[in-house]
C-alpha cells in the first residue's frame, strides 16, 4: 500500500464524518499530523463550539515539529469561538500542510493558505477535492445566503405509494431501510413533514440511534391545528419543535399556551409568503443549515414542482398495492410526454436486503 | 485454483446457458469431459432436435476411456430424436459420470443412472443441483403439466407507472435495461401483450439481439380488432404470431384473410373461458413452454390477481411523471392495511446505469 497524500486525507475525511449531527452549522473537519510516515495525532471537530480538527489532531501529537498535517477543509486564520487555527500550526512548526478544499466562508477563503504560506510552511490544496466539497455540501449551501440544504427521504412502494387509502403507512419499507432513515435524522439538523402527515401519523419526528442528537421538529401548523397531545407538542421536552404559522396567529390564546406550557418555537409568515420556498428560506434564517423532508404527498409534489431539493434517498419496497385510492407520493402534475417527467440526476442505488434505495442530487 | 467437481460442473452449466431460446422446449444442458485434469471436450445442447450436450463432447473428445464425464442433466436412457445417451457414455468407457440434477421427465428420471451404474460407471448426482434447477426451470415447471413458465416484465417510473396519460411510453427505461429485455424476448419461448397494448402501441414484439431466435408473438384478438396493417399481423413472415380469440370468430371473413394470406396462428376459447390462466393453459399445450409477458396494465393486474407468475423483472427508471392520469402498471385493488400488499419474493437487484432492475420470482 502506497501512504500517500491521498490515504492521509482519506482517513482525515473518514474521521471528519464522525462529527455528522454534532457540529452544525459548522462544517465536518477532520485532521491527521505525519511525520516519516507515522501518525502522530489524528482528530475531528467534535461538538460546535468546541476545539477544531487541527487543534485536537495537534493535542494529540507529540513533537510535531516538520511534520506534515493533512485537513479537509482549509484552516480558520480569523478568531471565531475558538483561536484561529493556522497561529497553532505555525506555532508548532509544521513543515507542511495539505488541504482538501478551501474554505468557501468569505471570512477565511484563502486567507489561511496565505498565513501559512507566509510562515514559509508548504501548501497544497485540492488533495480528494470532490470527496471534501461532497462532505460539507451541507455547510458550502448553507454559509452562501442561509439557505438549508434539503434532502428528501421516502418510502414507497413499487408502484410509487406511501401510504394505503386509510392512510397506514407501518411499515412500507425493511428494518435496514429505516435504519438509514435514523442516520439521515442525526445527520441533518432539522426533520420537516406537511400537516397531514402529523395529523394523520402523529409521528415522533425523533432519532433511535444510540448516540443520537435528534433533529428540530419542524412542520407547518398553520391555523395551530395540531392536538396538544400529538407527540410533536406533548413530548416537546427538548424544545426542538418549530411550527410554521400565520402571522394572524401570533399571540392567539393556542400559541400563548404553545409557546408557553409547551416550549414550541415558532416561524411566522404572512398569508401570502406561505409557500415551501419562503418557509425553507425562514427557517434556514432561524439557524438550521439542513433539513430532512419526510413527506407527504403534498410536500414532495411541492418540492418537485419548485425544484427544491438539493439531494434525496427514496427507499423502494418489493410490495405492490395496485390501488388507485392509495396515497401517491406526488400527484397533481399532467405530464403528457416522458421527456417532460422529472428525472432524477447522479443516480446511486444502495441496497437494503429486499429494500433498495435510489439516491439522487440535484 | 482447485479444480474441483464444482468447478467443471460449472462450466457445464455455462455452456449450457448457449443454447438459450434455441432448444426449447428441450432442457438447456451442458457437459465437460475431463481425464487427468485436462479438458478432453466440451459442449452443449445447441439447437431443438440436435444432438445433446454428452454426445456434443464426447464427440469432441479424443480417446476418453477413464475419463470423467460433468453433466448438468441427468443423461437420457431413451430414444427420443436422437440415440439415449447413456448408452453413448458406455460405449465411449467413460469411468465417472458427475450429474448436477436428475431429470424430471418421467420417462427418464432415474433411469440414466441405473442403467450407467449397471455398466459399472460411477455415478454421483447433486453436484451445483440448486444452479442445476435454475437453469432449467422453464423446463421442469413445463413438464409437469404442459404449463408454461410465465415471465413479467415491466419498465417503470418511480411512481410505478407505464405510460404518460396519452399512453405514450418511449422510453422510460434506459438503453441498458431495454437491452436486457431482448435478452429474455430470446429467452422466453413467447411473448405476451394485452389487446390494447397492440392497439395503443403498434409494438414489432420480435427480438433485436445478433443471432436473435425471434419469440412467438402471442395477444389477445377476441373480436378480430387489431388492423391488419399492424406489425405483428403486417410483418409475420415467420409465421409466429398467435391470437387468442373467442370460438365464435372462427371462419369469419377476417379470420379467413388472417389465417390464410397472413399465416396468424388461431388459439380459440369460448366467451366464458376467457381467463389468463385458461389461456395460458392453452398456450402451453400448443407446445409453447414460456411466455415472456410485457403487459398492460389490465394484464399485469390479472396475473397478480391470480398469482400466475413464476418470476419477473421490474426495470425502474429515475423519472417521474406525478399524473393521477398516467398509466400505472397495476390497477383495479384496493388495498387498505401494508400486510395485505402484494409481496414479490426472493427479490434481487441488478444494476443498468441509473435503472435498476428488481428480480423476483414466485
Known amino acids: 500500500m502506497d501512504f500517500n497524500d491521498s490515504y492521509y486525507m482519506n482517513l482525515a475525511l473518514t474521521e471528519a464524518r464522525k462529527g455528522e449531527g454534532k457540529v452544525n452549522p459548522n462544517p465536518l473537519v477532520g485532521a491527521v499530523v505525519v511525520k516519516n510516515n507515522k501518525i502522530l495525532g489524528i482528530g475531528y471537530h467534535e461538538v460546535y463550539g468546541s476545539h ?50 478551501l474554505d468557501p466562508n468569505p471570512l477565511v477563503s484563502g486567507n489561511g493558505v496565505k498565513k501559512l504560506q507566509e510562515a ?15 462532505l460539507n455540501e451541507v455547510f458550502f449551501k448553507y454559509i452562501k445566503n442561509k439557505n438549508p440544504y434539503i434532502f428528501l427521504k421516502c418510502g414507497i412502494t413499487l408502484d410509487g405509494k406511501i401510504a394505503t387509502r386509510d392512510f397506514s403507512s407501518k411499515w412500507i419499507t425493511n428494518s435496514l431501510a429505516r435504519e438509514k432513515v435514523q442516520y439521515y435524522r442525526n445527520k441533518f439538523m432539522g426533520i420537516f413533514v406537511g400537516t397531514n402527515t402529523v395529523l394523520k401519523d402523529n409521528p415522533s419526528l425523533t432519532c433511535t440511534l444510540e448516540n443520537k442528537r435528534d433533529p428540530f421538529r419542524i412542520t407547518i401548523d398553520k391555523n395551530l391545528e395540531i392536538p396538544i397531545d400529538y407527540k410533536i407538542i406533548a413530548n416537546n421536552f427538548d424544545e426542538k419543535t418549530i411550527f410554521i404559522i400565520e402571522n394572524s396567529k401570533i399571540n392567539s390564546e393556542k400559541y400563548n399556551l404553545l409557546k408557553n406550557k409547551y416550549k414550541i418555537k415558532f416561524i411566522s409568515l404572512d398569508e401570502k409568503d406561505f409557500s415551501l420556498e419562503k418557509i425553507f428560506k425562514k427557517v434556514g434564517e432561524f439557524g438550521i443549515d439542513s433539513i430532512l423532508v419526510e413527506g407527504g404527498s403534498s410536500i414532495i409534489s411541492q418540492i418537485f414542482e419548485n425544484n427544491l431539493y438539493d439531494s434525496g434517498e427514496f427507499f423502494i419496497a418489493p410490495k405492490i398495492l395496485g390501488d388507485e385510492k392509495s396515497i401517491p407520493f406526488i400527484n397533481g402534475f399532467s405530464k403528457s410526454k416522458i421527456d417532460e417527467a422529472f428525472k432524477l440526476n447522479n443516480v446511486k442505488f444502495n441496497l437494503y436486503g429486499d429494500n433498495i434505495g435510489l439516491e439522487f442530487s440535484k
Open 52 to 101: 477544531h480538527a487541527e487543534v485536537n489532531a495537534l493535542n494529540m501529537s507529540k513533537n510535531s515539529e516538520g511534520a506534515t498535517i493533512y485537513v479537509t477543509l482549509e484552516p480558520c486564520s480569523h478568531q471565531g469561538k475558538t483561536p484561529p487555527c493556522v497561529d497553532r500550526i505555525i506555532q508548532e512548526k509544521i513543515k507542511k500542510c495539505v488541504i482538501g478544499t
Open 120 to 134: 514559509g510552511i508548504e501548501v497544497i490544496v485540492g488533495i480528494l477535492e470532490e470527496e471534501a466539497l461532497k
